[in-house]
């Protein structure tokens, strides 16, 4: 089945720096890539979508200075937390599909602590 | 961003018993449902999904149920295990290409 590779798993980061987080399709191309970001005992807020070679999508009230996705490939889409805050410690899930009918394919999560 | 829940409802059943799982969706247009499975610390898992043509849809174990005159969608897993303690949620594809969930769920199988 169709498999997303997300890394890195858990990153800690002091205040201020910024972190980049990949997700990769593994095994198909994915026309389509989704970030959301999970709170602790809440729901997954979808924060952005990204199409191979154009910009992101950004939904209501997420920051697209603040979070920066890239999606180059057919299988490489990026989110960079860029001058990371405290309140930015979240869970990060991405999503892949090949399009629509395709179904979405998660990654298994980037647990961020911004210290 | 979209359907950000609060605080999980929560759902104990007995090992061995039936759950059912309930889930409002908002967009009257959506015509593609999923249900996912999340364990702490990991992404979700898909369970099963349901296009809007459909009322039913069985899988092992699980049955969807879709109600479109009320936007209500269920999930129901028979003779539950240990296994299945998680937090489930609902998916909504609301037309476009994207998938909005629901609150969420916490399921907890006591022996």
């Known amino acids: 089945g169709a498999v997303v590779s997300q890394h890195p798993s858990w990153v800690i980061c002091k205040s201020g720096t910024s972190v980049k987080i990949e997700c990769r399709s593994l095994?198909?191309?994915?026309?389509?890539m989704f970030w959301y970001r999970q709170f602790p005992k809440q729901s997954l807020m979808l924060m952005a979508t990204?199409?191979?070679?154009?910009?992101?999508?950004?939904e209501q009230g997420v920051e697209k200075d603040k979070f920066l996705i890239n999606h180059a490939s057919l299988t490489l889409s990026t989110l960079t937390v860029t001058s990371a805050h405290p309140e930015d410690s979240s869970f990060y899930i991405c999503?892949?599909?090949?399009?629509?009918?395709?179904?979405?394919?998660f990654g298994s999560g980037t647990r961020l602590t911004v210290v | 961003g979209e359907s950000v829940g609060l605080h999980l409802p929560t759902l104990s059943v007995q090992e061995g018993d039936n759950s059912i799982i309930n889930c409002a969706y908002s967009n009257s247009a959506s015509d593609y449902f999923i249900w996912y499975k999340q364990e702490s610390g990991k992404g979700p898992q898909f369970i099963i999904d349901i296009r809007s043509n459909m009322d039913k849809r069985q899988g092992q174990r699980v049955t969807v149920l879709l109600n479109k005159t009320v936007k209500h969608l269920s999930l129901q897993i028979a003779a539950t295990q240990p296994g299945d303690s998680a937090v489930y949620f609902c998916a909504e594809e609301p037309g476009a290409q994207k998938l909005v969930f629901g609150q969420g769920t916490r399921l907890t199988i006591n022996p």
């Open positions: 990204s199409n191979e070679g154009s910009k992101a999508t950004y």
């Open positions: 095994d198909f191309q994915a026309t389509t």
């Open positions: 999503s892949a599909s090949g399009g629509k009918g395709y179904g979405y394919t």
